[in-house]
Nanobody, 125 residues
């Protein structure tokens, strides 16, 4: 089965940047959609961005449009989330997820099949 491992989380100041990585193994199928789902304390795990494993179609939640960029490097079996202009409300454990299917319009956690263990992102004011 597909395994996902996130990295790159840490502490950032408001307005700063972080770059998260999600490594897939052994290899993501080319029909997969990859997404990022943060979960803040005492809150639901929510969608922020996803991308097709092939092509360049992406989709973002309104809260991160213009600030976050999702990308992927198929040769490295890795998906990235570049987070700029961070806000304290971005603080959460960020989970990488994957689903079989090319639709970037799938944004519910129940629609994803594989999950990483998460990486903590903390943004101070």
């Amino acid at each position: 089965q597909l395994q996902l491992v996130e990295s790159g989380g840490g502490l950032a100041q408001a307005g700063g940047s972080l770059r998260l990585s999600c490594a897939a193994s052994p290899r993501a199928d080319t029909t997969y959609t990859m997404g990022w789902f943060p979960q803040a304390p005492a809150k639901w795990r929510e969608f922020v961005a996803n991308v097709r494993y092939t092509g360049c179609s992406t989709y973002y939640a309104d809260s991160v449009k213009g600030r976050f960029t999702i990308s992927r490097d198929n040769a490295k079996n890795t998906v990235y989330l570049q987070m700029n202009s961070l806000k304290p409300e971005d603080t959460a454990v960020y989970y990488c997820a994957a689903r079989r299917g090319a639709s970037i319009l799938k944004t519910r956690t129940s629609e994803y099949d594989y999950w990483g263990p998460g990486t903590q992102v903390t943004v101070s004011s």
